[in-house]
């Protein structure tokens, strides 16, 4: 099921994409690839749901919901989806909401998403389900207990709107120093206030910046090892009920 833009919304905006090696894209607007060149796929399980002590948490019976800055390729949520049956026993549902100003095309998807035979099943079916002109709120229901939600617009804009907040967080946008916006204080805010006490984050940036800004919102810091060649990632939790607001 796909809900589009109305009529009299804007579309969004689309980026350039330069292929590299192959089948890697890079975003000539950000200068950046949309993920590491070792192996995004595995960096996906390293940073993303090692950091957010996934599996284990979503093994109980409820909804849990994913918020990722940054669905670009959809291989973070792939990826997330093939754990996902690989351990969920019965009893759970997982909600996949991510957030997207510049959504790519099925094609450039599927594209992207060919190297790794591992989730050639999830890229399929995605792909498939992906609309033609993706605006607005696609939204896909998978396996009857898995739902992606991806919202198209400027990040802070569309989580001030959303109703729910997340259980863990996937901060994946491009570099902070390509895209600054997507790591700013005012944003990190925002992401603590919807976030579930007990909830958490994980990202592959471990700037300084980034780091202080996460703090300040009011999140308890973990720094680890990052994955392949960058040396630091950071986590961590949301331990009270109460704290900054955006």
């Given at each position: 099921?796909?809900?589009?833009?109305?009529?009299?919304?804007?579309?969004?905006?689309?980026?350039?994409?330069?292929?590299?090696?192959?089948?890697?894209?890079?975003?000539?607007?950000?200068?950046?690839?949309?993920?590491?060149?070792?192996?995004?796929?595995?960096?996906?399980?390293?940073?993303?749901?090692?950091?957010?002590?996934?599996p284990r948490r979503w093994e109980?019976?409820?909804?849990?919901?994913?918020?990722?800055?940054?669905?670009?390729?959809?291989?973070?949520?792939?990826?997330?989806?093939?754990?996902?049956?690989?351990?969920?026993?019965?009893?759970?549902?997982?909600?996949?909401?991510?957030?997207?100003?510049?959504?790519?095309?099925?094609?450039?998807?599927?594209?992207?998403?060919?190297?790794?035979?591992?989730?050639?099943?999830?890229?399929?079916?995605?792909?498939?389900?992906?609309?033609?002109?993706?605006?607005?709120?696609v939204d896909c229901c998978f396996d009857r207990n898995v739902r992606?939600?991806?919202?198209?617009?400027?990040?802070?804009?569309?989580?001030?709107?959303?109703?729910?907040?997340?259980?863990?967080?996937?901060?994946?946008?491009?570099?902070?120093?390509?895209?600054?916006?997507?790591?700013?204080?005012?944003?990190?805010?925002?992401?603590?206030?919807?976030?579930?006490?007990?909830?958490?984050?994980?990202?592959?940036?471990?700037?300084?910046?980034?780091?202080?800004?996460?703090?300040?919102?009011?999140?308890?810091?973990?720094?680890?090892?990052?994955?392949?060649?960058?040396?630091?990632?950071?986590?961590?939790?949301?331990?009270?009920?109460?704290?900054?607001?955006?």
């Amino acid at each position: 099921m796909t809900r589009e833009t109305p009529e009299n919304e804007p579309a969004p905006d689309r980026q350039t994409l330069e292929w590299r090696d192959g089948d890697m894209p890079y975003s000539q607007e950000f200068g950046d690839h949309f993920y590491c060149r070792e192996d995004g796929r595995l960096e996906c399980g390293h940073v993303f749901l090692a950091g957010n002590g996934l599996p284990r948490r979503w093994e109980r019976p409820g909804t849990f919901r994913i918020g990722e800055l940054g669905f670009g390729t959809g291989l973070n949520f792939c990826e997330t989806w093939r754990q996902w049956k690989e351990t969920q026993t019965g009893g759970a549902h997982l909600h996949f909401v991510s957030f997207e100003r510049f959504p790519m095309q099925a094609a450039d998807i599927g594209r992207a998403l060919s190297r790794w035979s591992e989730i050639d099943l999830e890229r399929q079916t995605l792909t498939k389900s992906w609309p033609a002109d993706p605006a607005g709120v696609v939204d896909c229901c998978f396996d009857r207990n898995v739902r992606l939600t991806v919202i198209c617009g400027s990040a802070f804009d569309e989580i001030g709107r959303f109703a729910q907040a997340m259980d863990a967080w996937f901060l994946d946008g491009f570099a902070p120093r390509r895209n600054p916006d997507m790591w700013s204080d005012r944003l990190m805010r925002l992401i603590f206030c919807k976030t579930v006490d007990g909830g958490s984050f994980a990202t592959y940036a471990a700037a300084g910046h980034v780091r202080r800004n996460l703090q300040a919102a009011g999140f308890t810091i973990e720094r680890r090892s990052g994955f392949g060649n960058k040396r630091e990632m950071l986590c961590g939790t949301k331990s009270l009920s109460l704290g900054p607001q955006p």
